[in-house]
Structures are given as structure tokens and as C-alpha cells.
């Protein structure tokens, strides 16, 4: 019940505190502070994370959604 990962410039962790079959919320997550030099795209990923509300999986595809079931983050599986 842990989440972790890469925004593409910082490391980031926290719990997930729920998840059913399309549900996922997660607690306040936390992240090492690297200043890289184009900090664009981590903060906009790092604004979508927190917004998710539920998920789905399609396709070999884990999307990521708000609570109006808005695409927030799409992940596509890779070997």
C-alpha cells in the first residue's frame, strides 16, 4: 500500500491509503528536493498525481483520473 516513484527529475513516495476495483487515493506524498533544469514537466506531474481519484486498465495501459473521470496520467507497459 505504498506508491513510489520518478517525475522525471525528483524521487517521490507516500501511502496509498485506498483502492477497489476503480478507486485510488493516495496520502500526502513526499519527494527529494533536486532542482534540474527544466522543472516543467515534473511539476505538472507532480499537480496531476495529486489529484487522482481513480483509475482504469486498458490495453496494457494504466490511466490515472480525477473524481469527473478526466484523464490525469496514462503509463503504457514496457519489457
Known amino acids: 500500500?505504498?506508491?513510489?516513484?520518478?517525475?522525471?527529475?525528483?524521487n517521490f513516495f507516500g501511502p496509498v491509503k485506498n483502492i477497489?476495483?476503480?478507486?485510488l487515493t493516495f496520502g500526502p506524498l513526499g519527494s527529494?528536493?533536486?532542482?534540474?533544469?527544466?522543472?516543467d514537466i515534473?511539476?505538472?506531474?507532480?499537480?496531476a498525481i495529486n489529484k487522482v481519484s481513480k483509475f482504469k486498465i486498458e490495453n496494457l495501459k494504466l490511466y490515472f483520473c480525477d473524481d469527473?473521470?478526466?484523464?490525469?496520467?496514462?503509463?503504457?507497459?514496457?519489457?
Do not use: H, Q, W
Open 32 to 39: 527529494t528536493m533536486k532542482m534540474c533544469y527544466d522543472m
Open 1 to 10: 500500500m505504498k506508491i513510489m516513484g520518478t517525475d522525471g527529475c525528483n
Open 42 to 47: 515534473p511539476n505538472k506531474f507532480n499537480v
Open 20 to 23: 477497489d476495483d476503480s478507486d
Open 68 to 79: 469527473a473521470g478526466a484523464e490525469l496520467l496514462r503509463f503504457r507497459k514496457v519489457d
